[in-house]
């Protein structure tokens, strides 16, 4: 019971940090023709940037997915540079504290929260032109499921972009994580895995909050999605593929859009859950820069993660590190 509560409870916030905003496109286009073979078998992956202070260096693997479903990454970079560091630093996460008793007590409130109020569903509250190309969408990756008619727009978003990469040879989920965990235990490297605890007073309030967020933005966070299907798979593929074969060149040409930003403006609509969301992304930063500074003051060498997004940025972590003082090198 608990691991559903805590399952769904969390999914209300996850749905929004999983969908990314999409490219300038016609407000009615047509579904992209998928030209792009995805890579399959043994690839390297990209090459480490280096962080240095002195004689003290922090290797970063950039993540990135979606990635091909069947691709093996040959990991003998990264596995080598774990084997002679101290620690392994994994990328920050929150914690939403709700208590045991508590969490028992929010099953029925989280799942209604992830339905439409009043039974109402998709086709009534969209817009007929939006739900028609949901329903082409939804046919192509979902099938019959009606269940999901009844689910909130950013609730059917995550659902629909979830099944679209798995229909598209494409997988979103912990693959390179795994790795670099396996080759840490292999060669006895102590993980650090950041993470900030976020107390949730009032839970139940929370999902108000939540159920409570402009029906208009959630509406644009379902559209902003839809969209990005439409367009963007083909890009998907070839970042993925460029990932695979270590192309940093090809990942910084190709448009890296961050679907997150319509989905989280539904959810900011709430004044209490935009200042709740905006903390909680700036503590995340903030332990790991932490978790990363320190290693480099107490380790000769450390092996760390971050979303190649972060990496390519010009305001992500690896640039902060770069004004703090710290030289910073990128992969050949």
Not at 69 to 95: G, Y
Request: aromatic fraction near 6%; charged fraction near 25%; proline fraction near 6%.
């Amino acid at each position: 019971m608990m691991r559903l509560a805590a399952a769904a409870f969390c999914s209300l916030v996850a749905v929004c940090l999983h969908a990314e905003a999409p490219p300038a496109a016609d407000p009615a286009p047509q579904a992209a023709t998928l030209d792009t073979v995805l890579v399959t078998g043994e690839q390297p992956g990209p090459g480490l940037w280096k962080v240095t202070k002195g004689d003290h260096v922090l290797w970063i693997l950039g993540t990135q997915y979606p990635l091909p479903r069947k691709m093996t990454w040959r990991a003998t970079e990264v596995e080598a540079a774990i084997a002679q560091s101290q620690e392994v630093i994994a990328d920050a996460t929150a914690k939403v504290d709700i208590g045991f008793f508590r969490m028992l007590t929010l099953v029925p409130a989280v799942l209604g929260a992830r339905k439409n109020p009043d039974h109402e569903t998709l086709a009534q509250i969209l817009p007929p032109d939006l739900y028609a190309r949901w329903s082409a969408l939804k046919a192509k990756y979902i099938g019959r499921d009606r269940g999901v008619e009844n689910l909130r727009p950013m609730v059917a978003a995550d659902k629909l972009y979830d099944e679209a990469l798995d229909k598209s040879g494409l997988v979103r989920n912990g693959a390179i994580w795994d790795t670099v965990q396996h080759a840490a235990k292999k060669h006895r490297v102590h993980v650090t895995e950041p993470e900030v605890t976020i107390p949730l007073d009032d839970p139940k309030q929370a999902i108000q909050d939540f159920k409570s967020t402009t029906g208009d933005r959630d509406v644009a966070c379902l559209a902003a999605t839809i969209t990005r299907l439409e367009t963007d798979l083909e890009a998907m593929r070839q970042r993925a593929n460029a990932w695979a074969i270590g192309d940093i060149q090809a990942l910084q040409r190709l448009p890296y859009p961050d679907q997150r930003s319509a989905c989280l403006a539904a959810l900011e609509s709430n004044e209490r859950l935009h200042a709740q969301i905006e903390a909680a992304k700036e503590q995340v930063v903030d332990a790991w820069l932490a978790a990363a500074e320190k290693a480099l003051a107490s380790n000769l060498s450390t092996f760390a993660v971050l979303p190649m997004g972060e990496l390519l940025a010009a305001d992500g972590r690896l640039e902060r590190l770069r004004s703090r003082g710290y030289a910073v090198e990128a992969p050949e």
